[in-house]
């Protein structure tokens, strides 16, 4: 049976851990704020890739669409390092395998898998998929930029030495009422529709801009940029919607701490009451003993 020191004690101890989680939500509020301000001024720079790829396609022609399965898929799937996200990875995991389905892909040692993050990348391996690397979670914005470019790296090679030209995204969106939504973007081929759609817009100046690099050049070095903002975007989406679902299960477990400590609170309470009940009876109990030891041992009264 619990004494009120022990209760005390719980007590004490519960509410420290009420504050280093009510520090941590305050964190990932941060940190979510950080990484939606990176995609807002993300917008600008995509804004003016653009306007360069509209000028560049003025006087290139698209390349040629590979045909629709020309070898082994790449897919690039962005999930998280830490937990306390509530199912943050598990919903991705299982979007992934729905999508795969639909594609009537059933030997998942057949796609090659590039993974940003280790708990996906446990699972993932765990579920029988061919993973090639798995890069380690960006901890804030300044480091977004390496794990972009790691990835681009490890496209190149499927593109020269494994002949992968189709290559999909997998993520967690950011949704400010959900948290998070599994979602799939195509990354390659480019979407030719798109780019015609580009090189039909009209200049929103005066005069058209003039290059003095071949358009073929600037053409390839716009289509870069742009796989690097496609890929900084969506892995900033995904930190977001890491940060989200975290602060969302932190929250969870806020109210389940402060529960717990109105149940100590009221156990003690009750503790305390009983302890003060029974010392009270203790003392009554000494008292009405005294009182007839008192009156036995005094002599009696004369008639």
């Known amino acids: 049976m619990e004494t009120l020191q022990t209760l005390d004690k719980r007590i ?3 509410a420290k851990l ?4 009510k520090s941590m939500k305050t964190l990932s509020a941060v940190n979510i704020r950080q990484y939606e301000r990176s995609l807002t001024s993300l917008k600008t720079f995509i804004e003016v890739i653009e306007l360069g ?3 560049a396609l003025k006087e290139q022609t698209l390349p040629r669409q590979h045909p629709a399965n020309p070898g082994p898929r790449g897919l690039i ?5 830490q937990g306390l996200c509530g199912r943050f990875n598990e919903r991705l995991a299982d979007f992934l395998a729905g999508n795969l389905e ?5 030997d998942h040692a057949s796609v090659k898998l590039l993974v940003i993050g280790a708990r996906i990348g446990a699972r993932l391996e765990a579920a029988g998929y061919a993973i090639e690397e798995v890069f380690w979670v960006p901890g804030s914005v300044n480091g977004i930029n390496t794990t972009v470019y790691q990835v681009l790296l490890s496209m190149e090679r499927w593109l020269k030495e494994e002949r992968i030209f189709q290559v999909d995204i997998f993520y967690n969106r950011y949704d400010k009422l959900t948290a998070s939504e599994p979602s799939r973007r195509p990354l390659l081929p480019l979407d030719n529709e798109r780019m015609r759609e580009l090189g039909k817009r009209k200049w929103p100046g005066r005069s058209l801009p003039c290059f003095r690099i071949p358009a073929d050049q600037l053409f390839s ?3 870069r940029q ?3 903002t496609t890929l900084y975007s969506v892995q900033a989406e995904s930190l977001a919607s890491e940060q989200a679902s975290r602060l969302r299960s932190l929250q969870n477990a806020e109210k389940n701490i402060e529960e717990h400590i109105e149940e100590l609170r009221g156990e003690y309470r ?3 009451q009983s302890t003060i009940t029974s010392e009270l009876l203790d003392l009554v109990a000494g008292f009405k003993a005294t009182l007839k030891k008192k009156k036995t041992s005094s002599p009696g009264e004369p008639e």
């Open 270 to 272: 009750i503790k305390r």
């Open 18 to 21: 009420q504050g280093i989680v």
């Open 102 to 106: 639909k594609m009537e892909i059933n």
């Open 53 to 55: 790829l509209q000028t």
């Open 221 to 223: 070095g716009l289509i």
């Open 77 to 81: 799937i962005f999930g998280s390092d």
């Open 12 to 14: 004490t101890t519960t």
């Open 226 to 228: 742009y796989l690097f």
